[in-house]
C-alpha cells in the first residue's frame, strides 16, 4: 500500500512539472507580450516599454526564465501581478475560496443526484422513472452549458426576477443581517451550481444506471437476495458497492473539467472565481498570474486525483492487496 | 409413506429471441415443456440431461429466481411464489454452477457468511449478540472443514475447493429444506471432485436435507441419487 502511494506521488510529481513547463512554454510562445497590451489603454515609448522588459525579466532566455520561475515557486513566491503588482498568491487565495465552494457544492449534487436516478431508474429499468430520466439526462448532455446558463439567466433573473444573475454578493451584502448574508450568498450560487452540476450529473447518472444494471444481472446479487432481505437493502449493500469504482474514477476525473471548465462559466457568471481571474489574465497576458493559477489549477486537479486513487484502493480490495 | 416436498406440475418456460439488428423479439426459445415430477421428503433427485436441455432453468424455477410461462411448483404443498421472502428462504437453497459468482467479489468472506448467519437468526426472530453469531460461524466452518483464516480473505484469493465450501456453507447457514446442487462438481478437479461427493453425503446425514442433484455424468447420478429423471430438449424423457 504505501510503495503504491510512493508510486503514485512520484508520477504525480513528474506530471506537475511536466504541466508547469508545457504551459510556461505556451503563454510565452503565444502572441501578444505583456508590453504590448499595456500599450493598448495607454501610449508608452519604446524606452519605457524596454524598461518593462527588463524589469520583468521578459529578456532573458526562455529557459533561465522558467528555471528562476520554479526556483521562487518552490519557496511559494508566485511572484506579483504585471498588471497591478498585488503578489499573485494574494490575488489567488482572495478568488479561490469561491471557486472551491462552487466546485464542491456542484461536486456533492453530482455525485448525491447522479447516484440516486442511476440507481432508481436500473432498479426500474425501462418503467417510466427510467425513460423520464433517460431524455433529462440525454439533454443534459447535448445541451451546451453556456447556452443554458444564458437562457437561465434570461428566464430566472430577468423575466422572474427571481434569481441574481452575476457575482457571489449583492451591493448592500456588508448591511444585511447574518442569516441575510448566507441567503444572499444561497441566492448566487444557485445558478452556477444548479448549471455546472446538470451536463456532470448527466453523465454519471448514466454511468451508474448502466453499472448497476450490470451488476443487478449477477448471480451473486441474485443469491443475495435468496437469503430472504429486501431488494433494496442487497442494492444498497452488495451492487451499489460495486459500481462505486467507476463513480470515484468519475468524479476524479471530473475535478479538472470544473476547474478548467471555470473560465468561460465564471466569465458568464461574472462569478469572482479563479476562472474569471485566469481569463482576465490571458487577456492581459499577465504571465506570473496564469503561470500561478495554471500552478495551483494543476496541483488541485492531480490532487484530486491522487485522493480517487486512494479511495479506488479503499472500494476495490483486489487493488489493495495487488 | 413420506409426504411430497416439492411438486413440479406442467411448468413450461420459454425466453425471447431478438433480431440481432433491432434488438426486437422475433420468436421464443421454449427450454422447459410440461415438466412433471415430485421429490419426498429427505431423499435426493438426480436430474440428469446434456448441456443445453434446460436443467438450470428448472433449478431457478424451483429457487424462484425464475417465474414459469405456465404450470406450477408446490413446495409442502403450497405455490412456491406464495411464501414471502423469508419465509422461502429457509425452505430452499441453490448452488449455483459457478461458486465464485455466488461471492460478491468486493466484500471478504467473513462478512458474507456474517450477514448470512445473523439472517438466520432474523428469520427465526432470535435476537443474538455478536459473540453467538461468531461462535455459530465457528461450527459452520468446522463442518466445511474451512480454517477461520478465509474470512479475511476475499473470494479471488480463494482457491476452487474453498470457494466451493465457502459456498456450501453460506447455503446451510439457513438450514434449508430442500437444496439444489447445480453441477456443483464442474468447477472442481477430479480430486477434488471425490472428496466434495464424500462432503455432500455427510452433510447430507448430518442436516437431513432433500436434494436436487443436477448433473450429465449418469453414474454420478445413480450412486448420489435416489431417483432420478432425464431431461432431454426441455422434456422429460425417462423417470
Known sequence: MIKLLLNRIVVLFITFIGITVITFVVINISPGKPQDMMDMSTRISFEAKQRLVKLYGLDKPLHIRYFNWFLRVIRLDFGTSFKDDKPVLKKISERLPATLLLNILSLGIIFFVGCTIGILSAMYQNKFFDKLTTIVVFLGYSIPRYWLAILCMIVFGIKLNWLPISGLRSVNWEYLPFVGKIWDILKHLILPVAISSFSGLAGLARYVRGSMIEQLNCEYIKFALSKGTQRKKVVFYHAFRNVLIPVVTILGLSLPDLIGGGFIFETIFAYPGMGRLGYEAIMARDYPLIMGIGTITAALTLLGNFIADIVYVYVDPRVRYK | ?239
Open chain 2, 1 to 239: 409413506m413420506k409426504n411430497n416436498i416439492l411438486e413440479v406440475r406442467n411448468v413450461t418456460k420459454s425466453y425471447p429471441v431478438y433480431s440481432q439488428l433491432l434488438h426486437t423479439k422475433i420468436t421464443k426459445k421454449i427450454v422447459l415443456k410440461n415438466i412433471t415430477f415430485s421429490l419426498e421428503e429427505n431423499t435426493a433427485l438426480g436430474v440428469l440431461g446434456p448441456s443445453g436441455c434446460g436443467k438450470t432453468t428448472l433449478a431457478k424455477i424451483i429457487a424462484r429466481i425464475e417465474q414459469p410461462d405456465s404450470g406450477e411448483v408446490l413446495f409442502e404443498g403450497r405455490n412456491i411464489f406464495s411464501y414471502p421472502n423469508k419465509t422461502f428462504a429457509c425452505m430452499v437453497q441453490l448452488l449455483f454452477q459457478n461458486p465464485y459468482s455466488m461471492l460478491n467479489p468486493k466484500l471478504n468472506i467473513g462478512f458474507l457468511i456474517k450477514e448470512r448467519v445473523r439472517q438466520y437468526f432474523k428469520l427465526n426472530n432470535t435476537k443474538v449478540e455478536d459473540s453467538t453469531v461468531n461462535k455459530k460461524i465457528s461450527e459452520l466452518l468446522e463442518t466445511v472443514k474451512l480454517s477461520p483464516d478465509v474470512l479475511k480473505m476475499y473470494p479471488y484469493q480463494l482457491s476452487g475447493g474453498q470457494r466451493q465450501r465457502v459456498a456450501i456453507l453460506l447455503v446451510l447457514c439457513l438450514y434449508p429444506k430442500l437444496l439444489i446442487l447445480d453441477e456443483p462438481l464442474s468447477a472442481l478437479d477430479v480430486s477434488l471432485q471425490a472428496q466434495m461427493l464424500n462432503f455432500f453425503a455427510e452433510l447430507k446425514q448430518q442436516f437431513k436435507f432433500s436434494y436436487i442433484f443436477i448433473t450429465h455424468d449418469e453414474n454420478l447420478a445413480e450412486y448420489f441419487c435416489d431417483q432420478i429423471i432425464k431431461i432431454e430438449n426441455g422434456e422429460i424423457l425417462t423417470k
